[in-house]
């Protein structure tokens, strides 16, 4: 089936337009390599490439302003939060973080879809006013400041985007309401140049504006990705937003390009349940092989990861022989290992002054794998042995000086780790950054076997880096307990990219980047409800009904746009695997999805379903036996002696392996280290006590 980028090429070129002069919006910026590709393999002539934008790219050009980051908009917010809020009713910059983001969210889709700010503001506050907990007539002081931050929404809101469009940034739905206010000049200064939009689905308001006014002064042409079978069915929601643009007056005169009819021709489908997610990975690691196999290459095969976290797994679970893999997607830097030691070293120091150090921390701190490298190349310092002290002499909290006595060829190291930040949060980025280059110097004498480590570094560093630029510029963040707020949102939307030959191999991707590509051979995992779709997860100060009044999208919109995503990836592939985990957890997504329902009760497609298991070796349970040599026999003597305890003849009865491990190897069970006296400690004490006074 011929590739839906195909298609409007051979479109645009049998019209015999001068594509040098086309400027190509798409959804996203992954499909731009796609296209590019496609015209190189479509044209017969040298020609110069034509301009490729993704939408954001596209506004942001017509905008004329540049793109803020996550980071300076909470700063340059909680600023004008600062200027505009009396003293008494101020957040301190922690606190503040815990509700600015999905305030800065509302301001971004409010923005979005062109809604008066001061209207829906001003009646949310209203909404706030009836809706507050208090009976009495009269208001406390809390319900007060509580009532007075809702009605400040419209002057934040104000003062913010002012103070944006001043220097010249601004975030991604201010950034459309100020393309929608400068299209006519940029049309003015873009005269010559011809717009093709391909490949898009949901259109917030703004995109709707803009695409309909540059269709409407005839210099821009649209083509919808979607098939008929979606169109036509008035609650199929593949086609909930193609339906409404259809009744755009610009295609009351002009074709509607276009629909296809792909999704109806004969596919194999295959739905196949997998206990857990981890086999999931697993199982797509075989059925990698088994096509690699059959169709000598997976040129044209894809990886749809449902569930993003899935992607470490996938990438440990690929077999050697799968040739190049390309990922769009980045890794997030929240799960790669090195995450945990700066999670560790921040709850450690968000206390500070402590006199002695928490024996855990001590304990999960140098156990930790890049810790433990540096610490253990001098021989004489073993941390297994530290440890051992430290449970042997039941030690619950140690000295700074105690630790360094035992590393003292890491003096400096331990430093940076236990030493007190004292709240500073520039000095604590300085530890950090320390850490690191220690970190960097032991790996580098390996560094073939730890490219992927010193990569973690690196971009642990460039968080590190920014966060100082942000807090040096700013000066909101005094203390490590706002650091940590700070570190922990940066962290959240920062990706670890990885480089590779888009056009070449296996494609792993996530949903959101399958746009306007098509595969031959498609592989979706995590088809579960919570997953795909996400469901009813509402992250917003604007409730439902006010949502509804003035058009903003709720749940059914954002299932809809998952559900065009996911037909769209079966709408022109030939084989299907679609995986679903088995076990429901709540937590990480419930039940088989509702799309692969849909799928079964449409029965326009065979549909085999089948259940995956792990292969589980049978072990026969055979009784161990163990011989009782002469020198047991001697050994059983000695402790007869003694005399037996009567935990030790309990232990024979009921176990004798356990008998023989404690009493005749002498292997005990590891302690645990006793923050409280416990029970058996006690009785121990007393038995030993009572054993020394009644003795003649």
């Known amino acids: ?180 206010n400068k299209l006519e000049l940029y049309l003015q200064l873009h005269s010559k140049e011809r717009f093709v939009f391909l490949g898009f689905n949901a259109l917030n308001t703004a995109e709707q504006k803009i695409i ?34 259809k009744h755009w007056p610009y295609f009351q005169k002009n074709e509607f390009k276009w629909e296809c009819d792909s999704y109806r021709s004969k596919k194999n489908i295959k739905t196949i349940g997998v206990p857990k997610k981890v086999s999931q990975a697993k199982y797509v690691g075989e059925l990698l092989s088994q096509l690699n196999s059959s169709h000598k290459n997976l040129l044209n095969t894809a990886v749809v990861l449902g569930d993003e976290t899935l992607l470490t797994p996938l990438l440990n679970s690929i077999p050697e022989e799968i040739g190049p893999v390309n990922v769009t997607m980045g890794l997030s830097l929240k799960d790669i290992p090195l995450a945990s030691l700066f999670e560790l070293l921040f709850r450690i120091h968000k206390v500070p002054d402590q006199a002695n150090l928490y024996y855990k921390h001590v304990l999960s701190l140098t156990s930790n794998p890049f810790i433990s490298q540096i610490l253990n190349i001098n021989e004489t310092e073993n941390i297994a042995e530290v440890h051992q002290i430290i449970s042997k002499n039941n030690i619950t909290y140690i000295g700074l000086d105690q630790l360094k006595s035992n590393f003292p060829s890491n ?14 949060s520039l000095f604590a980025i300085k530890n950090c950054k320390e850490i690191i280059r220690h970190i960097k110097n032991c790996l580098s004498d390996k560094r073939e076997e730890n490219q992927l480590a010193l990569e973690h570094l690196y971009r642990f560093m460039q968080v590190f880096n920014q966060v100082e630029v942000v807090i040096s510029e700013y000066e909101h963040v005094k203390d490590v307990k706002s650091l940590y707020s700070l570190y922990k949102e940066l962290l959240a939307s920062e990706n670890l990219d990885f480089q590779g030959e888009p056009l070449k191999g296996l494609q792993i991707l996530g949903v959101l980047e399958s746009r306007v590509i098509d595969f031959e051979t498609v592989i979706i995992t995590s088809v579960n409800e919570g997953i ?40 022109r592939a030939k084989n299907i695997y679609i995986l679903y985990n088995t076990e429901v957890d709540a937590m990480n997504g419930g039940e088989k999805s509702r799309f692969i329902a849909q799928l079964e009760a449409e029965k326009i497609h065979e549909i085999e379903d089948v259940i995956i298991t792990p292969q589980v070796r049978h072990i026969d349970n055979r009784l161990k036996s163990i011989n009782k040599t002469d020198d047991i026999i001697d050994h059983l ?45 006690f009785g121990t004490i007393i038995h030993n006590s009572l054993e020394e006074l009644y003795k003649p």
């Open 1 to 180: 089936v011929e590739s839906f980028v195909d298609e409007v090429l051979k479109d645009i070129l049998s019209k015999e337009l001068d594509i040098s002069q086309q400027v190509f919006i798409l959804p996203s910026k992954r499909a731009g390599a796609f296209l590019k590709h496609s015209l190189s393999q479509l044209t017969e002539k040298t020609i110069f490439s034509p301009e490729i934008l993704s939408i954001e790219q596209y506004i942001e050009n017509v905008s004329l302003l540049k793109t803020i980051s996550n980071t300076e908009l909470l700063f340059e917010f909680y600023q004008v939060y600062k200027e505009n809020t009396p003293k008494d009713q101020l957040h301190d910059f922690d606190s503040y973080c815990k509700w600015a983001q999905v305030m800065v969210q509302d301001f971004n889709e409010v923005d979005r879809y062109l809604v008066p700010p001061d209207k829906i503001f001003n009646y949310l506050s209203a909404i706030k006013e009836v809706d507050h907990w208090s009976v009495s007539a009269e208001k406390t002081e809390l319900i007060s400041n509580y009532l007075s931050f809702w009605k400040k929404l419209p002057l934040y809101y104000t003062e913010l985007t002012k103070r944006l469009i001043d220097k010249g940034t601004a975030y991604q739905g201010l950034m459309y309401r100020e393309a929608v």
């Open 411 to 424: 003096t400096e190291l331990i430093d940076l780790l236990f030493s007190s930040w004292n709240g500073d």
């Open 637 to 681: 003597k000695d402790l007869a002696k003694k005399g037996f305890s009567p935990s030790a003849l309990t232990s024979y009865i009921r176990n004798p392996l356990d008998f023989y491990f404690n009493k005749v190897l002498q292997i005990n069970s590891f302690d645990d280290i006793e923050e409280t006296v416990a029970t058996n400690t």
């Open 532 to 571: 795909l779709p996400s469901g009813k997860s509402h992250n917003s100060f604007i409730p439902y009904d006010v949502k509804m009044e003035y058009g903003l999208p709720t749940y059914k919109e954002k299932d809809a746009v998952y559900t065009y995503h996911f037909y769209h990836l079966l709408q």
């Open 212 to 245: 309909q006014e540059l269709l409407h002064q005839d210099v821009a042409q649209i083509y919808w990705d979607i098939d008929h079978y979606f169109v036509d069915s008035s609650f199929h929601d593949a086609g909930l937003f193609t339906r409404r643009y």
